[in-house]
């Protein structure tokens, strides 16, 4: 089964940038959409921002102008590129991957393990 590693997250203080990185370990016979989730303790994971395959994209308000999503077919990854971070972006960032692999043509949800970030001074 594909797998997802997220990399990217750290400690940043406000109004600092972090470039979070989902790598998927293998090729995926269709993928629906992407997308990037944020969850905090004791709340539900939300999405922050999400692409389709035509490359629409949409974001949470709280993000919009400061998140930026995005892809790199050739490398197979996808990134969120965030810019004038805040306490309140801090939590555990996941990717997904709405998608079926090529063995079984089967549409799953895939996730990456998570990274922290935390934007503290």
């Known amino acids: 089964q594909v797998q997802l590693v997220e990399s990217g997250g750290g400690l940043v203080q406000p109004g600092g940038s972090l470039r979070l990185s989902c790598a998927a370990s293998g090729r995926f016979f269709v993928i629906n959409t992407l997308g990037w989730y944020r969850q905090v303790p004791g709340k539900q994971r939300e999405l922050v921002a999400a692409m389709s395959t035509g490359g629409d994209t949409n974001y949470v308000d709280s993000v919009k102008g400061r998140f930026t999503i995005s892809r790199d077919n050739a490398k197979n990854a996808l990134f969120l590129q965030m810019n004038r971070l805040k306490p309140g972006d801090t939590g555990v960032y996941y990717c997904?991957?709405?998608?079926?692999?090529?063995?079984?043509?089967?549409?799953?949800?895939?996730w990456g393990q998570g990274t922290q970030v935390t934007v503290s001074s």
């Open positions: 997904n991957y709405n998608a079926a692999e090529p063995h079984d043509r089967l549409v799953r949800d895939y």
